[in-house]
């Protein structure tokens, strides 16, 4: 700790009520027809300064950008801010594991600290890359799934979506990760067939 960096003054925070304010706005997103993704942007106080969700499946209005595959909830989340004070001293929180484009974003906007409710075995930065060699990801923190239950309510909820969205290897790749979340999804097939 004796090196000439300035010390990050990311704040101890408790990650569970971020996380699920990250899931609420996942449940928000799929009840307006995108994906149950949801983010949070919180300060170094504590509070959140910018909220997100997905909107892929909606039109383009001037505040949000949607009807697009990038229309992420951290995009959203991040255009909503626009620029950041004191990244450094901001966590971002998902309901999902960032994809490379908002886990790349994120990096390059210098946010200090990046936390998540549930892995994304297929379209996660983690199945790509190692989020900790990222060459731009070094001044980023990563905090994987740190609450159980909630890990288990975010793969919950976005498993029907993994199962459609990429039915083949992706949805493997997810029942191989959560396999007791994902058979409930499987189970719906069968019933109606
Ligand atoms: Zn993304």
Redesign the pocket.
């Known amino acids: 700790m004796s090196d000439d960096r300035p010390t990050p003054r990311l704040p101890d925070l408790d990650h569970a009520p971020y996380l699920r304010a990250a899931l609420d706005l996942a449940r928000e997103g799929q009840a307006a027809g995108s994906s149950p993704v949801g983010a949070v942007l919180v300060n170094h106080e504590g509070q959140i300064i910018a909220r997100g969700r997905n909107r892929v499946g909606e039109a383009q209005t001037p505040e949000h950008v949607g009807n697009a595959s990038v229309a992420?909830a951290?995009?959203d989340l991040y255009f909503q801010v626009g620029k950041l004070e004191d990244p450094h001293t901001l966590t971002l929180y998902t309901s999902l594991e960032?994809?490379l484009?908002?886990g790349g974003a994120s990096a390059l906007l210098g946010v200090g600290r990046i936390v998540w409710a549930t892995d994304d075995p297929w379209g996660g930065s983690g199945r790509l890359i190692r989020w900790t060699d990222h060459p731009a990801m070094q001044d980023t923190q990563v905090v994987p799934t740190p609450e159980a239950h909630l890990e288990r309510e975010g793969a919950l909820l976005f498993a029907p979506e993994a199962k459609r969205a990429f039915p083949e290897e992706g949805w493997q790749l997810w029942r191989t990760r959560y396999p007791r979340e994902t058979a409930p999804a499987d189970q719906t097939d069968v019933e109606r067939t």
Do not use: A, I, V
Request: glycine letters at 0%; aromatic letters at 0%; hydrophobic letters at 30%.
């Open positions: 992420h951290e995009m960032p994809c484009m908002c």
